[in-house]
């Protein structure tokens, strides 16, 4: 199985903030990188696909780059309703297997 | 609207028998797989398995390969999770996804909680 090891497992950073958050796979991939936000004790929500396609309704302060084995997504502008743990996955072969998981808090 | 509506919540003892289901609608339900996430308490998303509906063709993690069988019903556009032995480690959220080939999985259920203790 492809892993997809995430960082941070956390952070916490200002409103208008830019934040990072880098996801690195085993063994080169496809561009096939999503990227989902899950609120607390919400259903995750799909906001990235291909590594760098936004979802239809994603806010633009959201984006997603990468390719090989290392991928980001980018809030270019952190907002309190951004507050949500996020997770990368990769879906070129099964299993998809996700990441761990980003926590972002406002500070 | 594409909307994907999974049955409720389920209580269930060790060693009993579970099916949960999740059903599509708002597009061609066959065209498209569907697979499973779970999520156990304060934990990350583990990706369970996947159907195509049109073909029945099923791909399970290693992980619950032999733990869970993923079915569907074209008829309905329903797809199903089951146990035939539950365990307490199967507790957790259980999630349903559209899978795109391009787009991923980008339609979520809102999820079944499976609770399972004697």
């Known amino acids: 199985d492809i892993q997809m090891t995430q960082s941070p497992s956390s952070l916490s950073a200002s409103v208008g903030d830019r934040v990072t958050i880098t996801c690195r796979a085993s063994?080169?991939?496809?561009?096939?990188v999503a990227w989902f936000q899950q609120r607390p004790g919400k259903a995750p929500k799909s906001l990235i696909f291909?590594?760098?396609s936004l979802l239809d309704g994603v806010p633009s302060r959201f984006s997603g780059s990468g390719s090989g084995t290392d991928f980001t997504l980018t809030i270019s502008s952190l907002q309190p309703d951004d507050v949500a743990t996020y997770y990368c996955?990769?879906?070129?072969?099964?299993?998809?297997?996700f990441g761990q998981g980003t926590k972002v808090e406002i500070k | 609207e594409v909307q994907l509506v999974q049955s409720g919540a389920e209580v269930q003892k060790p060693g009993e028998s579970l099916n949960i289901s999740c059903r599509g609608s708002g597009y061609s339900f066959t065209n498209y797989w569907i697979g499973w996430v779970r999520q156990q308490p304060g934990k990350g998303l583990e990706w369970v398995g996947v159907i195509y509906p049109g073909d029945s063709d099923i791909r399970y993690s290693p992980s619950f390969q032999g733990q869970v069988t993923i079915s569907a019903d074209k008829s309905t556009s329903t797809a199903y999770l089951q146990w035939s032995s539950l365990k307490a480690s199967d507790t957790g959220m259980y999630y349903c996804?559209?899978?795109?080939?391009?787009?991923?999985?980008?339609?979520w259920g809102q999820g079944t909680l499976v609770t399972v203790s004697s």
């Open positions: 996955q990769q879906y070129n072969t099964y299993p998809g297997t």
């Open positions: 063994q080169a991939i496809t561009n096939y």
């Open positions: 291909a590594a760098s």
């Open positions: 996804a559209r899978r795109d080939g391009y787009k991923g999985q980008d339609y």
